[in-house]
Nanobody, 127 residues
């Protein structure tokens, strides 16, 4: 397993941008696909984006496609989520995740069986 710590959340106006970071500890970071989920108040945790171990393959939820970009730096054991054109409906706690599953399986991953979760970071978008 890897330990994950998110940062970069905050309050932003609609149309603004934020960049989330997720720092991982452990020597096996490059073995994992890395991704982001989010959970709004009273809702289930939903898939946002994932990137494979090399950074060559990414998947996005339709709701964020074209606005969010996931990337990773294996030398720094860090994954990023650049969020542009933010909307009030993007308001949620954002969680970083690590799992060895193929990226195509991430949207349907059993949340209880994900290898590692971060503690979450709050993103609030005001209208």
């Amino acid at each position: 397993q890897v330990q994950l710590v998110e940062s970069g959340g905050g309050l932003v106006q609609a149309g603004g941008s934020l960049r989330l970071s997720c720092a991982a500890s452990g020597r096996t970071f490059s073995s994992y696909a890395m991704g982001w989920f989010r959970q709004a108040l009273g809702k289930e945790r939903e898939f946002v984006a994932v990137i494979n171990w090399s950074g060559g393959t990414t998947y996005y939820a339709d709701s964020v496609k074209g606005r969010f970009t996931i990337s990773r730096d294996n030398a720094k054991n860090t994954v990023y989520l650049q969020m542009n054109s933010l909307k009030p409906e993007d308001t949620a706690v954002y969680y970083c995740a690590a799992d060895v599953s193929h990226v195509s399986r991430w949207p349907a991953l059993d949340r209880k069986r994900v290898d590692s979760w971060g503690q979450g970071t709050q993103v609030t978008v005001s209208s």
